[in-house]
């Protein structure tokens, strides 16, 4: 079963990839376009893509979007945890009860899921109850745990909650969702920001239609990236529910650490009290129902109960 969402989530972070590099590539080029004045749209695209005029702002976008991405890939504990005060549990050097109750929790989930590697452990300090995962690959990964959700949760609950981040690191969901975070971050930043260097008055019909098109994919981009987030994150979410109970052997642990974090979240809106909104859609609860990258709490019940 593993393998199997393994292969799934290698191809769709291949198609990510490959959608992401196809729309730098036209917005790049658009922009090009405006910047050589060209005459008729067609004939600017070839004229591009022959090298016949040098792509200027198309090879910088991808050079500069290569960067970020890179740098977030070596950077992405500290800028997923920045923000707040945190603490990462060291196995073998846990100063506290606490520590080492988590820790043996963890122990525990990495021996009954039979893993050949041990994510890195963090307690980060907020007034809300969420957990989250991350990294590039399973063997530089990390969970997060509120200090809210620690001291609220039972013991199998916390435990449920990890084994639902660990089936993130399992499934390989960790990946896919970096990449659509930086990438939707650089496209949106980039058509927001950076095609109005070029976008001035022009007589010629091929620079004004695209700079027509770039435009309207001002409202269009972010309404891509939305579809494609919550696509991908809400299968998502119902697949480390379920590897959450495969790994308990029960599913009602998941069910009441979903009932009580989202009936924290149903007494205060702590949207404006996380400073960090780069691990807004890792959350295993969003924020906010409408619009969220994740499933409703109720729909995510129904499915560990297979109703």
């Known amino acids: 079963m593993f393998d199997k969402i393994i292969q799934e989530n290698r191809f769709k972070t291949q198609c990510v990839i490959i959608l992401y590099a196809a729309?730098?590539?036209?917005?790049?080029?658009?922009?090009?376009?405006?910047?050589?004045?060209?005459?008729?749209?067609?004939?600017?695209?070839?004229?591009?893509?022959?090298?016949?005029?040098?792509?200027?702002?198309?090879?910088?976008?991808?050079?500069?979007?290569?960067?970020?991405?890179?740098?977030?890939?070596?950077?992405?504990?500290?800028?997923l945890l920045s923000g707040n005060e945190y603490k990462e549990i060291v196995k073998g050097?846990?100063?506290?009860?606490?520590?080492?109750?988590?820790?043996?929790?963890?122990?525990?989930?990495?021996?009954?899921?039979?893993?050949?590697?041990?994510?890195?452990?963090?307690?980060?300090?907020a007034p809300f109850m969420n957990a989250f995962a991350s990294g590039w690959s399973a063997h530089n990964s990390l969970i997060a745990l509120t200090t809210t959700l620690v001291r609220n949760l039972k013991r199998d609950e916390i435990k449920a909650v990890m084994a639902h981040e660990l089936s993130h690191i399992r499934h390989e969901d960790i990946r896919l969702t970096l990449v659509v975070g930086v990438l939707s971050n650089i496209m949106l930043l980039v058509v927001n920001y950076g095609v109005y260097m070029f976008l001035g008055n022009s007589r010629e019909r091929g620079a004004n239609t695209a700079r027509n098109i770039l435009?309207?994919?001002?409202?269009?981009?972010?309404?891509?990236?939305?579809?494609?987030?919550?696509?991908?994150?809400?299968?998502?979410?119902?697949?480390?529910d379920s590897g959450a109970a495969y790994l308990m052997g029960d599913s009602m642990?998941?069910?009441r650490a979903l009932q009580k974090i989202s009936g924290s979240y149903a007494q205060s809106d702590f949207s404006e009290v996380d400073t960090n909104p780069t691990r807004s859609a890792l959350y295993i609860v969003g924020f906010k129902e409408i619009f969220s990258t994740h499933p409703s709490i109720e729909n995510r019940i129904k499915a560990l109960l297979g109703k």
């Open 215 to 240: 435009m309207i994919l001002q409202f269009v981009l972010p309404l891509l990236t939305l579809v494609l987030q919550m696509f991908l994150s809400r299968s998502r979410e119902y697949m480390a």
């Open 93 to 125: 050097f846990e100063e506290t009860s606490q520590e080492r109750e988590l820790s043996r929790i963890l122990d525990e989930l990495v021996r009954e899921a039979c893993l050949d590697f041990r994510p890195k452990l963090y307690l980060m300090e």
């Open 23 to 79: 729309i730098f590539i036209v917005i790049g080029l658009l922009v090009d376009i405006v910047r050589i004045n060209a005459s008729s749209l067609l004939g600017g695209f070839y004229a591009l893509l022959t090298f016949q005029q040098l792509p200027i702002v198309t090879l910088c976008l991808l050079l500069v979007a290569c960067g970020i991405v890179y740098y977030t890939i070596s950077h992405f504990k500290g800028i």
């Open 253 to 255: 642990p998941m069910i």
